[in-house]
C-alpha cells in the first residue's frame, strides 16, 4: 500500500513514456529485421553481417541500418504493397469471372458453331448477355 501511495501520477506519465519507446523500438526492431531478410539487392553473407550486426549491438546496428539504406527501405515498401495491390485486384478478377461482353460473346458463338448450344439456347444466352 506504501507503494502505491509514492507512486505518483508523474512517475505514471514516465512509465507510460518509457513504455511507449520501448514498443517503437520493438516495431523499428522488426522492421528492419524485416527488410534485411526481404532484400534482393543484398547477398548472403551481407544479410548475414548485417543480422549478426543489429543481433550484437543493436542500437547502433539498427541506426547504422537506417542512414545506410533507409531510402530503400522505403523504395521497397512501395514496391511491395504494390505489387500486394496489382495480386488482390488480380486474385479479385479472376475470383469474380469478370470478362468483356466481347470474350462472353466469342465463347458463345464458339460453343453454337460447335454444337453444344441449340439456336434457341445461344440466342437467350446472347441475350443474356448483351442485356446485362
Not at 512517475?11 to 526492431?29: D, K, N, T
Request: no cysteine; proline share 1%; hydrophobic share 50%.
Amino acid at each position: 500500500m506504501l507503494l502505491a501511495a509514492e507512486f505518483g501520477s508523474g512517475q505514471v506519465l514516465w512509465s507510460f513514456v518509457w513504455f511507449f519507446l520501448f514498443f517503437v523500438w520493438i516495431m523499428l526492431l522488426f522492421t528492419v529485421l524485416g527488410d534485411i531478410f526481404r532484400s534482393d539487392d543484398l547477398s548472403g553473407i551481407s544479410k548475414a553481417i548485417w543480422l549478426l550486426f543489429v543481433i550484437f549491438l543493436p542500437y547502433l546496428g539498427i541506426f547504422v541500418y537506417l542512414i545506410a539504406r533507409g531510402d530503400k527501405m522505403a523504395k521497397r515498401r512501395a514496391e511491395m504493397i504494390q505489387d500486394q495491390d496489382e495480386a488482390t485486384r488480380a486474385y479479385i478478377r479472376s475470383a469474380a469471372g469478370s470478362s468483356s461482353t466481347a470474350d462472353q460473346l466469342a465463347s458463345l458463338a464458339e460453343l453454337h458453331s460447335s454444337g453444344k448450344l441449340s439456336d434457341e439456347e445461344y440466342a437467350s444466352a446472347k441475350a443474356s448477355v448483351i442485356g446485362s
